[in-house]
C-alpha cells in the first residue's frame, strides 16, 4: 500500500463503533499519530485508533472533495462502504508497513 499519496481514510474505535473521516497525503504519518493520541483531538478523546477504510486518489483537491462528501453522508452509508472492502472491520494499519 503506497502511503505518501493523497487519500481519504476512515477509524474507528471498533466494529460498528464512532467513526472518524479524514484525509492526509501522509497515511502512515496520520495513522500513526492518531494511533498513538500524538495530538488532543476527537481521535484521542473518544478512543478511535483503528483504519478501517483507506481511498487514494490522484491530487490532494480530489481527496478533500470526496472527504467533504463523505462526512456529510448518512452513518450507515458510511458502514456501507467499510463493510464493502474490509467486511471483517480489519485494523489496516499493519499494510502500511509493507
Known amino acids: 500500500m503506497s502511503v505518501r499519496r493523497p487519500c481519504i481514510y476512515i477509524l474507528a474505535s471498533r466494529r460498528n463503533g464512532t467513526l472518524y473521516v479524514g484525509v492526509t497525503s501522509d497515511l502512515a504519518r496520520r495513522a500513526w499519530e492518531h494511533r498513538t493520541d500524538f495530538v488532543p483531538?476527537?481521535?484521542?478523546?473518544?478512543?478511535?485508533?483503528?483504519l478501517v477504510y483507506v481511498e487514494f486518489?490522484?491530487?490532494?483537491?480530489?481527496a478533500i472533495l470526496r472527504e467533504k462528501r463523505i462526512k456529510r453522508w448518512k452513518r450507515s452509508w458510511k458502514l456501507e462502504l467499510?463493510?464493502?472492502?474490509n467486511p471483517e472491520w480489519?485494523?489496516?494499519y499493519a499494510d502500511l508497513m509493507v
Open 57 to 62: 486518489h490522484a491530487s490532494m483537491e480530489a
Open 41 to 50: 483531538s476527537f481521535t484521542q478523546r473518544h478512543g478511535i485508533h483503528r
Open 82 to 85: 467499510i463493510e464493502r472492502d
Open 90 to 92: 480489519r485494523d489496516l
